[in-house]
């Protein structure tokens, strides 16, 4: 059976990076008037008030592959992904695209609250070159996904974040995409409605559908992935086995945070069977978990005298 590593090439970015200017402090014009000398040393600076959300990033994604990226908050994921979908444009590189894609970026992008939901169902499709016909002719499915019949004539003004995830994934999933980029979106709804989204990103993904998806739901990263990417203030560092990946994205979570180090520890605690699962497969991400949780003591106990047991059992 052919895999995703056999495919051709649907998506590459080469050397990609982008620059945002960051807010210069006296721009304004009464800063200027009121405090000249901070202005005229903002101005002097301005060239270092830059920031590089992405740096020099290159991957391919190959046909029908589920590529998950991760990493902390502010790392250039969703700048990443906005930049493959075409939304920006990068400083410097290029992005590569061949095949019909469709987005389910963040909350509300592309909805305009004064109209409808059916509304914006129509106009979301006809931005991504469908017919108003063909839109019609789709509606009624996105609209049983979502499950907002009741709702679906109201403004999305009046619509909650759930609901507006609701509608979104359901356009984005029911487009018929070749390639889907999705957004850390799936975490707003319920845990019902991503359940249903997670079965629904399984059938297009059986059906050879290719993913780019940025997520902090690490669970869910594992469980679709073919390969994964972690980011580091804006820079590729790692891209591999999810697992892998997940656990090296750990261990400089931990590396950061006590907070983290003890979400970690519980979330092991409640896992257990799966993490003595991953430990025993594999040894290069157990030596990843174990250096993130090397100041848990508790945990770490736990890891020896399960050790010992084994050892003397
Ligand atoms: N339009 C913009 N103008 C200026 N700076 C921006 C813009 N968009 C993003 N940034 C900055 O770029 C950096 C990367 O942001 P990005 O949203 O891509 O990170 P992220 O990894 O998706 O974070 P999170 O997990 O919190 O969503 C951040 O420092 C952010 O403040």
Redesign the pocket.
């Known amino acids: 059976m052919p895999t995703p590593s056999d495919g051709e090439v649907v998506l590459a970015a080469r050397g990609v990076s982008?620059r945002?200017?960051?807010?210069v402090p006296g721009q304004a014009l009464k800063t200027t008037l009121l405090h000249p000398g901070q202005a005229l040393r903002a101005w002097r600076t301005r060239r270092r008030r830059e920031?590089w959300?992405?740096r020099d990033v290159s991957f391919e994604v190959r046909r029908g592959e589920f590529f998950s990226?991760v990493?902390?908050?502010?790392?250039?994921?969703?700048?990443?992904?906005?930049l493959l979908a075409g939304l920006?444009k990068p400083t410097r590189g290029s992005v590569e695209v061949r095949g019909r894609v469709s987005t389910l970026l963040?909350l509300g992008s592309g909805f305009h609250p004064q109209v409808s939901g059916r509304e914006n169902v129509i106009m979301n499709g006809l931005l991504m070159g469908r017919t108003r016909r063909e839109m019609e002719a789709l509606l009624p499915a996105i609209v049983e996904f979502s499950g907002l019949q009741e709702f679906i004539d109201q403004p999305m003004r009046t619509y909650s974040s759930g609901m507006y995830v609701r509608l979104g994934f359901a356009i984005a999933a029911f487009m018929d995409p070749e390639i889907l980029l999705v957004?850390?979106v799936l975490a707003v709804g319920d845990a019902k409605f991503q359940e249903k989204c997670y079965e629904h990103i399984a059938g297009l993904q059986r059906k050879g559908v290719t993913m780019v998806m940025?997520s902090?739901d690490l669970g869910a990263v594992e469980r679709f992935s073919d390969r994964a990417a972690l980011?580091e203030r804006?820079r590729m560092v790692a891209i591999g086995p999810p697992r892998k990946v997940i656990g090296l994205h750990l261990e400089r979570l931990a590396e950061t945070s006590p907070e983290i180090r003890q979400a970690i520890h519980e979330g092991m605690e409640a896992d257990e069977e799966r993490v003595r699962r991953m430990l025993e497969e594999d040894p290069e991400w157990a030596a990843a978990f174990a250096a993130a949780l090397e100041r848990n003591p508790a945990f770490h106990e736990r890891l020896r005298e399960q050790a010992e047991r084994e050892r003397s059992g």
């Not at 945002?20 to 807010?23: D, H, K």
């Not at 990493?71 to 906005?82: D, F, H, I, Y």
């Open positions: 982008r945002y200017p960051l807010a920031l959300a992405v990226i990493g902390a908050n502010g790392s250039g994921k969703s700048t990443l992904l906005r920006s963040e957004d850390e940025v902090h980011m804006g």
